[in-house]
């Protein structure tokens, strides 16, 4: 079974909430996530206080997507716009829209950086919509 690696732009808001809470809700499985553009090392202060909050795991470090990530593993990521850059950097890596992987919709997870906490909490009520209906 492959490797599920979450992705979005900087690696410090969406995709460190799903990977805490899909760690969660499937122990038995292996998921992590990366940015497209990391600029920081730490995960933003509000999606830590909801991963602490929710008792979730602790995510990864922010980590830039890499030529290895692409091999053996299944790339999710937020945005129409991060599946494009993906395919362009990586061809040939398996990338999908989340939403897309989970359900028949393509729907876009908004990025919450520089927002107040209640937008965090809406974006990780959204995740784990998308989250909940993967199939292991």
Do not use: C, D, F, G
């Given at each position: 079974m492959k490797k599920i690696i979450f992705v979005c732009t900087g690696n410090t808001c969406r995709s460190p909430l799903a990977e805490s809470y899909a760690k969660k809700v499937y122990p038995e499985r292996e998921f992590e996530s990366r940015g497209l553009m990391v600029t920081s090392d730490r995960i933003s202060k509000y999606s830590l206080?909801?991963?602490r909050e929710n008792?979730?795991?602790e995510?990864?470090?922010?980590r830039q997507l890499s030529k290895a990530d692409t091999l053996q593993s299944v790339l999710l990521v937020m945005t129409e716009a991060?599946?494009?850059a993906v395919e362009n950097m990586y061809p040939g890596a398996e990338?999908?829209?989340l939403s897309k992987f989970t359900?028949?919709?393509s729907v876009d997870i908004s990025d919450p950086f520089g927002?107040?906490?209640e937008v965090?909490?809406?974006v990780f009520q959204e995740i784990k919509t998308f989250v909940d209906k993967i199939e292991v």
């Open positions: 206080e909801i991963i008792a979730l795991p995510p990864s470090s922010p991060h599946r494009t990338v999908e829209l359900t028949e919709h927002a107040e906490k965090y909490n809406k």
